[in-house]
């Protein structure tokens, strides 16, 4: 994003660090896909935390007790802007499910028409609309964040999951 892009609305993170060690093992794949969804994130994004004035914010992610996702939030400045711990008990359906679509649509591409292929895309766009809603309302009292945001963010949380076998 240019400068110019926050001249009147300075809520948006600028730097999106994950802490490797508090996560389960990956593969180069997953890593690629962390790299990918923050790329996609810091491109655009509207993050605002209730109780902060102004940002850009700095946010560092970590996993604690692997049930919970930690966000380590500071200005670009470095003043510290608190940190917002979420519950991810409740996305482990949606994720589990987002990764079982997922892998449907991987494989109907080799085999499947392209009426299947637009009804299995259109059920893993609903999913993952459902779980950017459920992590909009999770993050609602500590920190705003607009639907493409949300989406994005989800996103990254699906990468920080190991996929089931």
Do not use: W
Not at 82 to 93: A, C, E, I, N
Not at 143 to 155: D, V
């Amino acid at each position: 994003m240019s400068d110019t892009d926050h001249s009147a609305d300075d809520h948006y993170i600028v730097e999106l660090n994950i802490d490797d060690q508090s996560l389960p093992a990956h593969s180069p794949e997953m890593q690629h896909e962390r790299r990918v969804a923050i790329f996609d994130l810091l491109e655009e994004n509207e993050f605002r935390p209730l109780d902060s004035p102004s940002g850009p914010y700095i946010v560092d992610i970590s996993l604690e007790d692997g049930s919970r996702l930690i966000f380590d939030i500071r200005r670009s400045n470095g003043s510290d802007r608190g940190q917002v711990k979420m519950s991810l008990t409740p996305f482990r359906r949606i994720v589990k499910d987002y990764f079982l679509i997922c892998e449907s649509y991987h494989n109907a591409i080799r085999t499947a028409t392209s009426a299947q292929i637009e009804a299995i895309d259109m059920g893993r766009r609903g999913l993952h609309n459902e779980g950017s809603r459920l992590l909009t309302d999770s993050l609602r009292n500590q920190i705003e964040i607009e639907f493409n945001t949300s989406r994005r963010l989800f996103t990254l949380i699906c990468s920080l999951h190991r996929r089931p076998k």
